[in-house]
């Protein structure tokens, strides 16, 4: 099928103001009279707070105000559950939690405040390790869990320190290694990550003389901000302005109130507006990294190599609050899918999400998902092995199939990862003999589901002619505004440039925002099905002033035609009689989805390595992507989806880990925390395995958190494959390679 | 102590009072209101703070203020003439260098430079200038292609 807007490689309808600094991100929201905020946090990892002493500080010059718990009303916040103080109350619980808070005229003024502010801490027992924090001894970080609000009964364990137990099953787990021959064992680690967005959160707030509180915020949520900032403070809704900026990336990180509650009680306490923006450190220290995850399995396979059963126990360590975890259970998704894209009869996966005494963990570009494919797929290359099985077929032998059902997903139609695995194997050198020592090559496969949730917009025919969207999804730079226009100029049959995507956040109730995949699906079904509305309003009112019945006419060429006669009338023609006779025409539209389609999307991928023995280093020489994708609605934006993904599951595979010691984060700053430069991306094959058979408009699929996903993972095989060195913890550093290489050789000799 | 600083800021001249320890990527954002360019890391390691002093790039969150007394600086807001966009930041539309935006007052100021420096980069030469600005949403492969696409548009502006 052939469309006009659909499937073009446009550019970005924010480009012009993007690459000239025109572009507004929160930080640089500059109001008349704006002072700073900044905090104190906590210097150990459990601690009660004895005392705090801000005299000194409130004497320094230019502090306009210093606040601790004592001074805001006592209440908790967080994505789902509220379990996170604004300012800690009576106990720390990790390195790096707020404690107290300054407003001064400039940012250097209260840095230097908080240097003369006294906490006197008294020492707690603490725990680090998630596994630890389950034992019976171990000290108990929320002793009080179960009454907090929106805690998720359903998922209440009495393991300690658990604060969500998920189970997923199909089939009956002990019935299915009744079947197998073979179970296999293996466990596997990821460390924290963080989402590495380049503009740090920030917060501006101002309250109107009328006691109206307008709020900035690097939140790609701002529905849903709004909601939970009202909860915090204890003003209304109604009361609560949010304004959206562009969002300097959020990649999962960005949809938590983080400092805003803060600014609004240092904006009432001073009377200006007030703004805070982390620091780097700051948000490596205290952001919402990537759960640090432990993934055990166990599988169960047949005399003939097919898998049976697969029990799983994912822990994820959750840092000091649950409060960054956006879904009802308040445990991370991804768990889900630790059965990979294979068919199996028979699952029990259990996902535990673990209080402990780091920084809080979050949501980061397909949550869950990079971690458990990292051991699925390495178990996969090691089971092959020992069942003498070449890995490729062992898989081709195991996937899933039309008709087979996943894990908290659907019974699955239109499977295509065969044809998705073929392609990418297709693309790469596997089939060629190995070339030289020292290298190797690693594939893996994943799967994410299609998200669901609430979209909202509302389109309006202005006097001009032009078709306003507006839209309470802020742009976080996947290009979703520039996928919307699309949408309606497609539908209405227009130029792009008679369709203005604007956003709003005050005229919607409820809205999920951005995230799990969504946008295109849900955001786009709500604006394609608003924009048919309001071509039939258009119809009719056109119709109307042409004196002529609504079946008459037809749209073409940009005007309402009547058929029979010569008549028509433009879009602005049509506007100034639309509605009630002089207001424009509009249709405000609502859609929430909360089942996905019966359909998943595939990604394959093979990386081709050298791992030099002298020092460990690995370097990339080949990745092939490949992808099963519905009908590209932009393909510049979607394969900068496909790009940006891989490069942050080659951060996962050979770079990144935000390092603990005790709790304490010591790669604190952008030069300690490595994120892959241009110096590190790999020479990179894209394969689309395209039909147009996608549950979004125009056959569309989900992009965004595909590519990211099985890259850990065929790098861990490929450096087996090269080096016949098995890892089971990411980040694979040279570092790392060096020391089992040389254990390695010094076993053998 | 504060200090009186004359500066050129896209062609135009300031004098900004300001205390030793002001930076100059503050005082062209908040002094002078110029919030095109922005700080993520700042120690330098980004890159989005990057504005060119004398025709170089340098990181704005490292160097103070006073440094900039009497050079000429350009950012961001500079590249442009009237309307016409510079041939670095259509090649970023047209070739999907960024995604976001943060990163990209950096990334198109330090491009600029380059190929100031050298109209017809290769690959290499490209990745080896731009190394010291990071960009967490495209991956790069779009930012070499955006780069090397400009090559081929007319040098816009001055």
């Known amino acids: ?749 | 102590m504060t200090h009186t600083i004359r500066l050129n800021v896209n062609g135009k001249e300031h004098t900004v009072e300001v205390p030793s320890r002001r930076l100059l990527i503050d005082c062209l954002r908040y002094d002078l209101g110029l919030t095109g360019t922005k700080e993520g890391c700042s120690v330098g390691v980004c890159g989005a703070c990057t504005v060119l002093m004398d025709g170089k790039p340098i990181s704005s969150c490292l160097a103070l203020a006073l440094f900039a007394d009497g050079k000429e600086i350009v950012t961001v807001e500079g590249l442009a003439r009237e309307d016409r966009l510079d041939r670095v930041q259509q090649a970023f539309i047209d070739y999907g260098g960024f995604q976001c935006g943060i990163c990209t007052p950096g990334m198109v100021v330090t491009a600029k430079a380059l190929l100031d420096e050298n109209p017809d980069p290769t690959v290499d030469e490209i990745k080896e200038w731009m190394m010291g600005n990071l960009c967490r949403c495209t991956g790069y492969y779009k930012i070499i292609e955006s780069i090397q696409g400009a090559t081929a548009l007319e040098p816009g502006g001055e």
């Open chain 1, 1 to 749: 099928m052939s469309y006009g807007k659909i499937g073009q490689p446009l550019g970005r309808i924010e480009g012009p103001a993007k690459v000239t600094g025109e572009a507004k991100y929160t930080a640089d929201v500059l109001l008349p009279g704006m002072i700073w905020g900044k905090v104190l946090r906590s210097p150990l990892p459990h601690a009660k707070i004895v005392s705090i002493d801000t005299q000194e500080a409130e004497q320094m010059p230019g502090i306009l105000a210093v606040l601790t718990a004592k001074d805001l009303p006592d209440l908790l916040t967080g994505r789902l559950v509220y379990d996170m103080p604004v300012l800690a109350i009576d106990r720390v619980r990790f390195i790096g939690e707020k404690v107290a808070v300054v407003a001064a005229e400039d940012p250097d003024m209260a840095e230097d405040a908080l240097a003369s502010i006294d906490v006197e801490y008294e020492e707690m027992p603490a725990v680090f390790d998630a596994h630890e924090a389950m034992k019976s001894e171990a000290p108990l970080l929320h002793p009080d869990y179960r009454s907090y609000a929106h805690a998720p009964q359903k998922f209440f364990s009495d393991i300690p320190n658990v604060h969500s137990h998920v189970t997923w099953k199909l089939g009956d787990i002990d019935k299915g290694f009744a079947l197998a021959k073979r179970v296999f064992e293996h466990t596997f680690n990821t460390p924290a990550v963080h989402q590495g967005y380049i503009e740090p959160h920030a917060s501006v707030v101002a309250i109107d003389p009328d006691g109206r509180v307008n709020v900035w915020i690097s939140n790609k949520m701002p529905v849903r901000a709004r909601e939970l900032l009202a909860d915090v403070i204890e003003i209304p809704e109604e009361r609560i302005v949010v304004h959206l900026a562009q969002i300097g990336a959020d990649f999962g990180g960005k949809g938590s109130l983080m400092d805003a509650p803060l600014c609004y009680h240092l904006a009432k306490r001073t009377g200006r507006p007030v703004k805070m923006v982390m620091t780097y450190t700051e948000e490596l220290m205290a952001g919402n990294p990537r759960h640090p995850t432990s993934i055990f399995l166990r599988t169960g396979v047949t005399e003939e190599g097919q898998i049976v059963a697969r029990q799983a126990k994912v822990v994820f360590n959750s840092g000091a609050y649950a409060a960054f975890k956006p879904v009802p259970f308040v445990n991370i998704p991804g768990a889900k899918d630790a059965a990979g894209v294979y068919g199996t009869p028979h699952i029990r996966i259990d996902a535990y999400s673990v209080y402990a005494n780091c920084v809080p963990s979050g949501h980061f570009r397909a949550p869950g998902d990079l971690q458990v494919n990292f051991a699925v797929e390495s178990s996969m290359d090691m089971i092959a092995e020992d069942l003498g099985l070449d890995r490729l077929e062992f898989r081709k032998q195991n996937l899933l199939k039309d008709g087979d059902w996943v894990p908290g997903g659907p019974q699955l139609e239109e499977v295509r990862v065969a044809e998705t695995l073929a392609a990418a194997v297709k693309a790469s050198s596997w089939n060629q003999p190995k070339s030289q020592p020292n290298r190797g090559l690693g594939l893996a496969v994943s799967h994410r589901l299609i998200g669901t949730g609430e979209a909202n917009t509302q389109l309006t025919l202005e006097e001009d002619g032009t078709i306003q969207v507006l839209t309470p999804v802020p742009e976080v730079g996947t290009g979703a505004h520039t996928i919307l226009q699309q949408i309606v100029a497609e539908t209405l049959f227009l130029s792009l440039d008679q369709v203005r995507v604007e956003t709003a956040s005050e005229i919607f109730k409820t809205d999920s925002g951005s995230g799990a995949s969504r946008v295109t699906y849900v955001g786009g079904q709500v604006v394609q099905q608003a924009a048919g509305e309001l071509m039939k309003l258009i119809l009719a009112a056109g119709a109307k002033g042409l004196g002529c019945a609504e079946n008459e006419v037809v749209f073409e060429g940009g005007r309402v035609v009547h058929s029979e006669s010569d008549g028509s009338l433009s879009l602005a023609e049509v506007a100034k009689m639309g509605g009630d006779g002089k207001s424009a025409l509009r249709v405000k539209k609502s859609l929430n989805l909360s089942e996905g389609p019966p359909m998943t999307t595939f990604t394959a991928q093979v990386v081709e390595l050298e791992v030099d023995p002298e020092t460990g280093q690995i370097r990339l020489l080949d990745v092939v992507t490949a992808h099963d994708v519905g009908t590209i609605i932009n393909p510049l934006g979607h394969q900068g989806q496909i790009e940006g993904g891989l490069l942050q599951g080659v951060g996962f595979g050979l770079i990144e880990e935000l390092r603990m010691e005790d709790g304490q984060v010591s790669t604190l700053n952008l030069g300690d925390y490595k994120l892959p430069n241009i110096r590190d991306i790999p020479p990179l094959t894209t394969v689309l395995v395209e039909e147009e058979l996608g549950p979004a408009p125009f056959h569309g699929k989900a992009i965004g958190e595909s590519s990211i996903t099985p890259t850990g993972a065929a790098i861990a095989n490929a450096v087996y494959d090269a080096v016949g060195v098995r890892f089971h913890d990411l980040p694979i550093t040279a570092e790392k390679v060096y020391w089992a290489l040389q254990q390695h050789s010094g076993g053998e000799g």
